[in-house]
T-cell receptor, first 109, second 117 residues
Framework: RKEVEQDPGPFNVPEGATVAFNCTYSNSASQSFFWYRQDCRKEPKLLMSVYSSGNEDGRFTAQLNRASQYISLLIRDSKLSDSATYLCVVIRTGNQFYFGTGTSLTVIP | EPEVTQTPSHQVTQMGQEVILRCVPISNHLYFYWYRQILGQKVEFLVSFYNNEISEKSEIFDDQFSVERPDGSNFTLKIRSTKLEDSAMYFC??????WGTGNQPQHFGDGTRLSIL
C-alpha cells in the first residue's frame, strides 16, 4: 500500500464553487501533515500545515482524522488562481516527506 | 521573503557523464533536502542532510549519488554516472528545524530540470 494516496482527479469546478480533496496515509505513526500546491512544472509551495484540531486560512480549511488516517482540504469560493495540483504531504519519522501523487484542480470561468 | 535558489534551471548531459546540481538554501535553515520528480509522477524524497552529514536517504539515493555542503551557503547533489532514467526535475528544499519542532515545513527551490541524452 502506498504511503500517501490521493484521488488524482481532475476536478473541474466553476468559479465560486466549494471543492474538497481527501488524502489517506498508511502509517499510523505519521506525525505531521501539510498541503502543498504545485503549478505546472513549478516547485511545490506550502499551502498550509494541518493541525489535529483542524485549521482554517482564509478560504482554505484543513482537517485531520487520525482514527481514519486521512486529511482533507476544503476550498471555498474557488478562484481561477486556485487552479493547480494539490499535494498531500505526510511526515512519518525524521525529516522524510512523503508526497501524494497530487489532485489536479481546474477552476473554470 | 527569503527563498531557496537552484542552479542551473536546466541541465542537459550525455549519459554516463557526471552532473552537479547546486542549491543555496535559506540562510538560517539547518536542514537540507533533495527531491526529484519524474515528469508526470509524484515528488520523491532522495536525501536529507544536517550538520554536515546525511541524516536519511531513500532507496533511490544509491552509490551514484552524493551530497555535499562545500561552504557555508551551497548544497550540492552530484550524480556520478548519469543514466537515462535520471532525467527529472530535481528540487532542493530547506527547513529551519526538523519536523518535530513546531511542524516546520520545508521550503522548495524552483528546481533544476535534468535531461540525460
Amino acid at each position: 500500500r502506498k504511503e500517501v494516496e490521493q484521488d488524482p482527479g481532475p476536478f473541474n469546478v466553476p468559479e465560486g464553487a466549494t471543492v474538497a480533496f481527501n488524502c489517506t496515509y498508511s502509517n499510523s505513526a505519521s506525525q505531521s501533515f501539510f498541503w502543498y500546491r504545485q503549478d505546472c512544472r513549478k516547485e511545490p509551495k506550502l499551502l498550509m500545515s494541518v493541525y489535529s484540531s483542524g485549521n482554517e486560512d482564509g478560504r482554505f480549511t484543513a482537517q485531520l482524522n487520525r482514527a481514519s488516517q486521512y486529511i482533507s482540504l476544503l476550498i471555498r469560493d474557488s478562484k481561477l488562481s486556485d487552479s493547480a495540483t494539490y499535494l498531500c504531504v505526510v511526515i512519518r519519522t525524521g525529516n522524510q516527506f512523503y508526497f501524494g501523487t497530487g489532485t489536479s484542480l481546474t477552476v473554470i470561468p | 521573503e527569503p527563498e531557496v535558489t537552484q542552479t542551473p534551471s536546466h541541465q542537459v548531459t550525455q549519459m554516463g557523464q557526471e552532473v552537479i546540481l547546486r542549491c543555496v538554501p535559506i540562510s538560517n535553515h539547518l536542514y537540507f533536502y533533495w527531491y526529484r520528480q519524474i515528469l508526470g509522477q509524484k515528488v520523491e524524497f532522495l536525501v536529507s542532510f544536517y550538520n554536515n552529514e546525511i541524516s536519511e536517504k531513500s532507496e533511490i539515493f544509491d552509490d551514484q549519488f552524493s551530497v555535499e555542503r562545500p561552504d557555508g551557503s551551497n548544497f550540492t547533489l552530484k550524480i556520478r554516472s548519469t543514466k537515462l532514467e535520471d532525467s527529472a526535475m530535481y528540487f532542493c528544499a530547506s527547513s529551519e528545524a526538523p519536523w518535530g519542532t513546531g511542524n516546520q515545513p520545508q521550503h522548495f527551490g524552483d528546481g533544476t530540470r535534468l535531461s540525460i541524452l
